[in-house]
Nanobody, 120 residues
C-alpha cells in the first residue's frame, strides 16, 4: 500500500501565496508521476499541475505563471507553490502519486485533500 498525505491548505486573501506539500510513503519501488488536482464545489476534479519522472511538467492554463510544482524524488515529496492567488482558486487540493510498489504492482494513490480558500 502507498499512502499520500497533503498539507498546507489555508485561508488566504486574493493576491497572496500558499505552499502545499505532499508526501508519499509505504511500499514504493518507484514513482512515475506526482501531481496536484483540485475540486471546487459543484465542479469536477481537474488537473492543476503534475511532474513526470521529475522532468516533464503539465500545468492547467488557469495557473500557468502563478503556480510552480517541484518534486524531491529521494523523499517522494511534491510541493505546489501558489502565488497571486485568486478567489477562483478556492478548492480542495488533492495530491496524486502513480508508480510501482515493491511488490511490483502498479499504484495510483490519492490523498484526502487539503482545503484552499481565497477570499476577495
Amino acid at each position: 500500500q502507498v499512502q499520500v498525505v497533503e498539507s498546507g491548505g489555508d485561508l488566504v486573501q486574493a493576491g497572496g501565496s500558499l505552499r502545499l506539500s505532499c508526501a508519499a510513503s509505504g511500499r514504493i519501488f518507484s514513482i512515475n508521476t506526482m501531481g496536484w488536482y483540485r475540486q471546487a464545489p459543484g465542479k469536477q476534479r481537474e488537473l492543476v499541475a503534475r511532474l513526470t519522472n521529475g522532468r516533464s511538467t503539465n500545468y492547467a492554463d488557469s495557473v500557468k505563471g502563478r503556480f510552480t510544482i517541484s518534486r524531491d524524488n529521494a523523499k517522494n515529496t511534491v510541493d505546489l507553490q501558489m502565488n497571486a492567488l485568486k478567489p477562483e482558486d478556492t478548492a480542495v487540493y488533492y495530491c496524486n502519486a502513480v508508480g510501482m510498489s515493491t511488490r511490483f504492482s502498479a499504484f495510483d494513490s490519492w490523498g484526502r485533500g487539503t482545503q484552499v480558500t481565497v477570499s476577495s
